[in-house]
């Protein structure tokens, strides 16, 4: 209960932002639907952006704090993976549904192409879109990223015990972790209530069984053989202070892909989120250096 728990704690630092609207989406063909926020840019042909979240969270809870000034430039949209928040629950979870989940979605929107992003293990779903779609990506921005995991005992270990930890977990542990937040809020330790709450119910709609079977995924992962394929413009941004990946696997991965510019920011691995007023404008240049890109 120690690190969930001082992840809740940490929720009580959510920097202050609008939550964009969203609305429940069906996927045909994908066995359901899933919860998008489609935000439009300042021109009706701004070029779209479609950014995926991280582990054991959803699309607006990774991304919420960004979306406001992205939307300055681009259409922006986020969805909830399958297994997360209110994404497809059919099945077991897969990198591989993920991706296709992503091209679906665009079909739907009416979008032939975007500019595909991710954080996290969301970066690892983007890999995939450019490999399993690689028509409909116009480009990648690759956020706390990584070629493959498990490369070390240590890493295996973690993969093994998260998921076996994780697959044992009961939703009553999860509201656990919720009450705690919510005492904590309502104890008047600052900031707005409404949005922790917001936050903290994200957090349940996430099963400890869909983290389990996600971790389990993501140390299959292993993308090395073909990353150097990659031929459309891609930026990596790297925080220097990560401690879940190590951040010279994050360089060696940017080295990899042919002309990947590389986007230092001086942060640890929730920065999408606990430090995005560090994160969102190294994230929003490395946007604008592939959209540029894309554009030349």
């Not at 739907?108 to 450019?130: C, D, N, P």
């Not at 990648?140 to 930890?165: I, K, N, P, W, Y």
């Not at 604008?288 to 894309?294: F, G, I, K, L």
């Amino acid at each position: 209960m120690g690190a969930p728990l001082q992840f809740a704690r940490r929720l009580m630092e959510l920097p202050a932002a609008p939550v964009p609207p969203g609305e429940m989406i069906e996927l045909p063909g994908r066995g359901g639907a899933t919860y998008v926020s489609d935000n439009p840019g300042p021109t009706p042909d701004a070029p779209v952006v479609v950014l995926l979240h991280a582990l054991a969270t959803t699309g607006l809870l990774t991304w919420y704090p960004a979306v406001g000034e992205l939307s300055k430039r681009y259409r922006v949209i986020t969805l909830d993976q399958r297994s997360h928040g209110r994404g497809i629950t059919q099945g077991t979870f897969s990198l591989y549904d993920c991706a296709d989940d992503v091209a679906a979605l665009l079909d739907v929107l009416g979008l032939e192409k975007a500019l595909i992003a991710g954080y996290s293990m969301g970066s690892i779903v983007a890999q995939r879109v450019w490999r399993q779609h690689r028509e409909r990506v116009t480009g990648l921005v690759l956020a706390a990223s990584t070629d493959r995991f498990m490369t070390t005992t240590t890493e295996r270990l973690f993969h093994q015990a998260t998921g076996a930890a994780m697959l044992g977990f009961q939703r009553p542990i999860t509201n656990r972790i919720a009450d705690f937040g919510a005492r904590r809020t309502a104890a008047g330790l600052g900031g707005d209530a409404d949005l922790y709450e917001w936050a903290l119910e994200e957090m349940r709609r996430t099963s400890p069984l869909a983290v389990g079977q996600a971790v389990a995924a993501l140390g299959r992962h292993h993308s090395r053989p073909w990353v150097s394929r990659i031929d459309v413009p891609t930026a990596v941004v790297i925080p220097t202070k990560d401690r879940v990946i190590p951040p010279q696997r994050q360089f060696d991965l940017a080295a990899r892909i042919p002309g990947a510019t590389v986007h230092e920011v001086a942060a640890g691995h929730a920065a999408v989120v606990l430090q995005a007023d560090e994160f969102v404008p190294v994230f929003a240049q490395a946007l604008n250096t592939v959209q540029a890109r894309v554009r030349a």
